[in-house]
């Protein structure tokens, strides 16, 4: 098993420019979430997926960020525009149930200048 | 109040030493429990679930006191290679997962 494939692993980015971060889940996991970390606020919980549909959104900042999954074997959270306090590391991750513990995948280190 | 709190750290201890950490949740209506281990600049892994009844994975064990709320983690032994931050998390019934900041252990020679 490839584990949570995340792409890209990094990407720096000019404010106002728009960001798409990917993820591939483990195959035949119903859930996906999406986190960012970062040293002052630790892991936020971003928005959460089952059977591709989201089920709460309540950790998207704001408008700029947007979130699908148009199958089960996809998912992409964009940001636009972005802007230097984007930056973050935003992980991906996968469970074959939302009570079950996750599988993360490597992330993306997301830099806005 | 923090949903979930652990210990602010950081731990230093020597190998072969006992190491213990504890978290705090706020909610009540917590269904499932976690711990999961950070390396540095890596993802989180999960390390080991927490049940009601306790539960031991080698060197680890883990319990969770629910009248009390709170979890904690015992790492037995510990080895140089056991030197990450550990991270705490707790699940409601809707399935939102909180995770804790974390606290960091260095194990030294």
């Known amino acids: 098993d490839a584990g949570v494939i995340q792409s890209p692993r990094h990407e720096v980015t000019e404010m106002g420019q728009e960001v798409t971060l990917r993820c591939k889940p483990i195959?035949?996991?119903?859930?996906l979430f999406w986190y960012r970390q970062t040293m002052m606020r630790g892991l936020e919980l971003l928005i959460y997926?089952?059977?591709?549909?989201?089920?709460?959104d309540s950790g998207m900042p704001e408008d700029r960020f947007s979130a699908k999954m148009p199958n089960a074997s996809f998912s992409t959270l964009k940001i636009q525009p972005s802007e230097p306090r984007d930056s973050a590391v935003y992980f991906c991750?996968?469970?074959?149930?939302?009570?079950?513990?996750?599988?993360f995948g490597s992330g993306t280190r997301l830099t806005v200048v | 109040r923090k949903e979930v709190e652990q210990d602010p750290g950081p731990f230093n201890v020597p190998e072969g030493a006992t190491v213990a950490f504890n978290c705090t949740y706020s909610?009540?209506?917590?269904?499932?429990f976690f711990w999961y281990r950070q390396d540095c600049r890596k993802e989180p892994k999960l390390l080991m679930s927490?049940?009601?009844s306790g539960n031991e994975d080698g060197r680890f064990t883990a319990q969770l006191n629910r009248a009390s709320q709170y979890i904690s983690l015992l790492i037995r032994d510990s080895k140089l290679s056991d030197s990450a931050t550990y991270l705490c998390?707790?699940?409601?019934?809707?399935?939102?997962?909180?995770f804790g900041d974390g606290t960091t252990l260095t194990v030294k020679p």
């Open positions: 991750a996968s469970s074959p149930d939302r009570y079950y513990g996750y599988t």
């Open positions: 195959s035949g996991h119903n859930s």
């Open positions: 997926f089952n059977n591709n549909v989201p089920i709460d």
């Open positions: 909610n009540s209506a917590s269904q499932s």
């Open positions: 927490v049940y009601s």
């Open positions: 998390v707790v699940n409601t019934n809707a399935g939102k997962s909180t």
